[in-house]
T-cell receptor, first 119, second 113 residues
């Protein structure tokens, strides 16, 4: 069975600090996809990134960067120079490519990390 | 914007009453999903659909049924609502390919008294 663990329930930092959100996953599949979603206080879920299991290159998008390491089953998310607008709950999620259901492959989510950026 | 709407956005109902939530999409996506979000649990998959009239159970399907009679609509029904089904319900869609990303609707907040 697949599992996603976000051990940090809540993180609070002061604006402009760097912060890393941890994500550890478990899966038996060799092909899978990892995701990060952001849920701001308004409640919607915003897609941030998708990574497949064959692509271990780190990715940077503006102040956001992601570190995927298969050796430690981790897919960590770093925000550089945090801003108040980054305050949200962040979810890491996993989808196995060999799942059943005609390719539907539902997501398994971690419990989320509540990030608070103080001004 | 993935063209997903959910209705109603908020609902308060009483224990034992039937409730139907609707997810509507406008972009002909093949795959549709229902998740629930509860404090301390993240999001959990209830049911999903991989085509018209093709549906299957997710992790927390007990007490829920779904129907998809046309591509654009995926309905979630609570036959007899219980207080444990108080939650925020999210619909999601995915495109035609297995590797596509899931995009989420705005959510429905359901309170069962």
């Amino acid at each position: 069975a697949q599992k996603v663990t976000q051990a940090q329930t809540e993180i609070s930092v002061v604006e402009k600090e760097d912060v890393t959100l941890d994500c550890v996953y478990e899966t038996r599949d060799t092909t899978y996809y990892l995701f990060w979603y952001k849920q701001p206080p308004s409640g919607e879920l915003v897609f941030l990134i998708r990574r497949n299991s064959f692509d271990e290159q780190n990715e940077i998008s503006g102040r956001y960067s992601w570190n995927f390491q298969k050796s430690t089953s981790s897919f960590n998310f770093t925000i550089t120079a945090s801003q108040v607008v980054d305050s949200a709950v962040y979810f890491c999620a996993l989808s196995e490519a060999q799942g059943s259901g005609g390719g539907a492959d539902g997501l398994t989510f971690g419990k989320g990390t509540h990030l608070i950026i103080q001004p | 914007d993935a063209g997903i709407t959910q209705s109603p956005r908020h609902k308060v109902t009483e224990t034992g009453t039937p409730v139907t939530l609707r997810c509507h999409q406008t972009e002909n996506h093949r795959y549709m999903y229902w998740y629930r979000q509860d404090p301390g649990h993240g999001l959990r998959l209830i049911h999903y659909s991989y085509g018209v009239k093709d549906t299957d159970k997710g992790e927390v399907s007990d007490g829920y049924s779904v129907s998809r009679s046309k591509t654009e609509d995926f309905l979630l029904t609570l036959e007899s609502a219980t207080s444990s089904q108080t939650s925020v319900y999210f619909c999601a869609i995915k495109g035609q390919a297995r590797i596509d990303t899931q995009y989420f609707g705005p959510g429905t907040r359901l309170t069962v008294l």
